[in-house]
């Protein structure tokens, strides 16, 4: 079956990285878009980053700039590179994707940006 497990959250400075990855398996990751949504205390998931198929990223005006969405099709695992965090993106991330009408998601990893 679609697994998708997300790692590499943690409690990070203002203005400091993270690097967060998506591990998934029980499909064939690169015929699918991928996305990365998060969500904050009290607010609605938000869609933060998608890639297509073909390597082209999208991104909320809010991470625009600061964040990278990348992917490795030998190794089936999304990256999102976080820079510059600030306190705002404290959120759980949340890896995505449809496949045949169906949404996956992964547990989520926490991120936490405070001094």
């Known amino acids: 079956q679609v697994q998708l497990v997300e790692s590499g959250g943690g409690l990070v400075q203002p203005g400091g990285s993270l690097r967060l990855s998506c591990a998934t398996s029980g499909y064939i990751f690169r015929l699918y878009a991928m996305d990365w949504y998060r969500q904050a205390p009290g607010k609605q998931r938000e869609l933060v980053a998608t890639i297509t198929v073909s390597g082209s990223p999208n991104y909320a005006d809010s991470v625009k700039g600061r964040f990278t969405i990348s992917r490795d099709n030998a190794k089936n695992t999304l990256w999102l590179q976080m820079n510059n965090l600030k306190p705002e993106d404290t959120a759980v991330y949340y890896c995505?994707?449809?496949?045949?009408?169906?949404?996956?998601w992964g547990q989520g990893t926490q991120v936490a940006v405070s001094s």
């Open positions: 995505h994707t449809r496949r045949t009408l169906t949404d996956y």
